[in-house]
């Protein structure tokens, strides 16, 4: 047999575990690569080697989600779940928890189990809880979880608010709370209670549409005040009811300080029902995306007025059939809006080639005087001759401001 010609030097040694070098890092840097791993995986590195064995009850993130588990899947799984968070959190021994994320895709988990897990994290100090559950019947959270005074991010989807009702709020520290569309809450009141136990709050979402009765303390005596002085970012995508005015007010007055924000269809649907005296003045605000069912031209202008230092402006509009001049009409207000003289991009979704929305769009186009760039998404129910032709309009009208391109889609 031939030898190789390869240098001795130069051929591959057989591993060895003197070659393991992840296993030689320090501590500190064992633990940061740990935490980037569900809690299942770090356990099972105990298994490696004695060296990774005492590690993990000491990485400061949990991370449980039996979708990530098949053997938690069959009818004998729940109780091994379970006994499975139960024995980490008994064996954790983090000075805190910087991260504690559940996941529960399976409906049949006890709401008392995954109460008592919460109850647990919230003494030990967390810093974010993350819940995303499918539960056969919605988790109540407890009270000691929003009387946490470390906890500084809060993402909530598949639980039930309606605990509100008998406790106060109190979290000081919270700059992140995210509500999902899978939270059910007996009243929006209870949302304002919500905020009004987070002064720190800086990046808000609220999406849920799910709410089973409305009109409750707060709309009946007004006896809350929200000041979220520090709110940077909202996106508010509940489905209000004008009789939810008067709360989703309180919400809306307290966005005042944003720089980003976001209004779903409901929203808008609803703030038809305020006056021009309700909008609030958004000093901050460099980016506005809102949604609409019909056209809410007025609204939107209360809007624009209102918004000084608008620089991004995108309308999503769901499409809409209307008879021939029955579409709601843009009227051009008697004073041009401040913030067009800063607006530098615009988007128009759904776009129909209905007159209306061509007054709109020459209105933005000869008013906005940094303009930049207008997107156009035309809608996809129109057939390919409406389409040209929805281009040779628009076409027309940008060859007199040659400063902004219009790119369509």
């Not at 890092?25 to 060296?51: A, E, W």
């Not at 959190?89 to 709401?111: G, Q, T, W």
């Not at 993350?130 to 500084?152: G, I, N």
């Amino acid at each position: 047999m031939a030898e190789s010609s390869e240098p001795p030097s130069h051929r591959q040694k057989p591993t060895t575990g003197d070659d393991d070098r992840i296993s030689h890092l320090p501590d500190v840097l064992l633990l940061q690569i740990l935490s980037l791993l569900p809690t299942k995986q770090v356990v099972i590195t105990g298994i490696l080697s004695k060296r990774w064995r005492p590690l993990w009850p000491a990485v400061s993130v949990l991370d449980f989600d039996d979708e990530s588990s098949p053997e938690f899947h069959h009818p004998g799984g729940l109780t091994g779940f379970a006994e499975f968070v139960y024995s980490v959190l008994l064996l954790h021994d983090a000075p805190a928890i910087e991260r504690f994320r559940l996941r529960c895709a399976n409906p049949n988990y006890s709401a008392r189990d995954i109460a008592t897990w919460l109850c647990h994290v919230a003494r030990r100090r967390a810093e974010r809880v993350e819940l995303s559950l499918s539960l056969s019947r919605y988790v109540a959270l407890p009270r000691c979880l929003f009387h946490c005074d470390t906890v500084s991010v809060m993402k909530l989807n598949g639980v039930f608010l309606n605990a509100l009702a008998s406790f106060s709020v109190s979290l000081p520290l919270l700059k992140v709370l995210h509500v999902g569309d899978r939270v059910l809450f007996g009243c929006h009141d209870y949302v304002v209670k919500l905020l009004a136990g987070c002064p720190a709050l800086e990046d808000l979402v609220l999406e849920s549409t799910y709410n089973d009765a409305c009109g409750g303390v707060v709309c009946a005596e007004g006896n809350f005040q929200l000041d979220l002085k520090h709110l940077s970012s909202a996106k508010i995508g509940f489905s209000w009811k004008e009789r939810c005015l008067k709360s989703m007010l309180l919400i809306f007055r307290a966005l005042s300080n944003v720089r980003c924000l976001s209004l779903s269809t409901s929203t808008v649907a609803c703030l038809k029902h305020a006056s021009t005296s309700d909008i609030p003045v958004f000093d901050k605000l460099i980016q506005l995306e809102i949604s609409f069912g019909n056209y809410s031209w007025d609204l939107l202008a209360s809007l624009l007025q209102r918004s000084h230092k608008l620089e991004v402006l995108t309308i999503y509009k769901e499409p809409q059939k209307y008879a021939k001049g029955q579409e709601p009409r843009w009227i051009h207000p008697l004073l041009v809006p401040e913030c067009l003289l800063h607006l530098k991009t615009f988007c128009l979704r759904e776009y129909q080639g209905l007159e209306t929305e061509l007054d709109f769009v020459g209105y933005i186009m000869q008013n906005a005087r940094v303009l930049e760039t207008m997107t156009i998404y035309i809608s996809s129910s129109l057939g390919s001759e409406e389409k040209l032709q929805i281009r040779r309009h628009l076409s027309i009208l940008q060859r007199n401001f040659e400063t902004c391109q219009i790119v369509f889609h």
